[in-house]
């Protein structure tokens, strides 16, 4: 399962167990939904970062969308 927070923090975690799996600073709050795709066998994942909002303390920056991946695909 992954997951981003306002802080700038992206994880994937084992859906099951709750186990962090890997977990990665990014440059500005995640907002909106993570995608997740394949790309010659190599899981894919997009999230749109750096979004601020008058609601919440965040960070401001530029917004961007930014794709995290394993090259070779997962093992």
């Known amino acids: 399962m992954f997951f ?3 802080g ?5 975690v084992d859906a099951s167990s709750g186990e962090k799996l890997f977990g990665q600073k990014v440059k500005g709050a995640i907002a909106g ?6 790309v010659n066998g190599a899981q894919k994942v ?3 970062m750096g979004m601020t909002s008058p609601a919440g303390p965040v960070k401001a920056a530029t917004a961007k969308i930014a ?3 394993l090259e070779g695909g997962a093992p």
């Open 4 to 6: 981003g927070d306002a």
């Open 8 to 12: 700038g923090n992206f994880y994937a």
């Open 33 to 38: 939904g993570l995608i997740t795709y394949t």
């Open 46 to 48: 997009a999230m749109t």
């Open 67 to 69: 794709i995290l991946g």
